[in-house]
């Protein structure tokens, strides 16, 4: 880059500015990061934990429903007659100008709106249960999906750090060394110039 740019006073105050800005901009990038990951890390252990709930959840659920299938018949009817959740809701929260989203939904505790008469205790278990399953499953939802966008912008941020930190700031280190290198041998040349001209003029009034 360096042997591109013309070694005048003017390149070296711009190059110096852009070194400046360039270092603010790693130091912004590098904070950014960090703030990134601990919002991640505290997000990753509510993943695991969520997923291992889900799948017991789940497990309970399908042992209580096989169950009632088992004292009831088949519970298709009943399972017609259980209201579809519907009132769910996306917004989104920012994290360093990263956009993670928030479920929003109204909990509510489980309500039987089957007729007793065809139903068991089984049945109600298993209802309560895939309940739970649902709010946990819209709870992992936000999370493993903020998990996702934080980790793509933890990346992003890296790989930007990186370029600054290792190509654009040495680059820019070097440039300002050429510049001034250039700079310096043109004032020893001049000096020099100046000297000749002097000595020069100086025999000249002597002789």
Do not use: P
């Given at each position: 880059?360096s042997n591109?740019?013309?070694?005048?006073?003017?390149?070296?105050?711009?190059s110096?500015?852009s070194?400046?800005?360039a270092?603010?901009?790693?130091?912004?990038?590098d904070?950014k990061?960090?703030?990134?990951?601990?919002?991640?890390?505290?997000?990753v252990?509510?993943v695991?934990i969520?997923?291992?709930?889900?799948?017991?959840?789940?497990?309970q659920?399908y042992y209580l429903?096989q169950?009632?299938n088992v004292s009831?018949?088949?519970?298709?009817?009943i399972?017609?007659?259980?209201h579809?959740e519907?009132?769910?809701?996306?917004?989104?929260?920012?994290?360093?100008?990263?956009?993670v989203p928030?479920?929003i939904y109204e909990?509510?505790?489980p309500?039987?709106?089957?007729?007793?008469?065809?139903?068991?205790?089984?049945?109600?278990?298993?209802?309560?249960q895939?309940n739970?399953v649902?709010?946990l499953?819209m709870?992992l939802a936000?999370?493993?999906n903020s998990v996702y966008?934080?980790a793509n912008a933890i990346r992003k941020?890296?790989?930007?750090?990186?370029a600054?930190?290792?190509?654009f700031?040495p680059?820019?280190?070097?440039?300002?060394?050429?510049?001034?290198?250039?700079?310096?041998?043109?004032?020893?040349?001049?000096?020099?110039?100046?000297?000749?001209i002097?000595?020069n003029k100086?025999?000249?009034?002597?002789?």
């Open positions: 880059m591109q740019v013309f070694a005048t006073k003017g390149n070296l105050i711009n110096k500015k070194l400046e800005l270092k603010m901009g790693y130091d912004l990038m904070r990061r960090n703030v990134l990951i601990r919002e991640m890390m505290s997000l252990d509510k695991k969520l997923r291992d709930d889900i799948t017991q959840s789940y497990s659920a429903l169950q009632a009831n018949g088949l519970i298709t009817s399972a017609n007659q259980v579809i519907k009132d769910v809701q996306i917004s989104y929260r920012s994290v360093m100008g990263i956009e928030t479920v909990h509510k505790e309500k039987m709106e089957y007729g007793f008469e065809i139903s068991s205790s089984r049945v109600d278990e298993a209802f309560v895939f739970r649902k709010d499953t709870i936000e999370v493993d966008r934080l941020t890296q790989k930007r750090a990186n600054l930190k290792n190509i700031i680059n820019l280190e070097d440039q300002i060394k050429f510049i001034t290198e250039a700079l310096e041998e043109k004032e020893r040349e001049e000096f020099s110039r100046l000297k000749v002097k000595s100086q025999k000249n009034l002597e002789d």
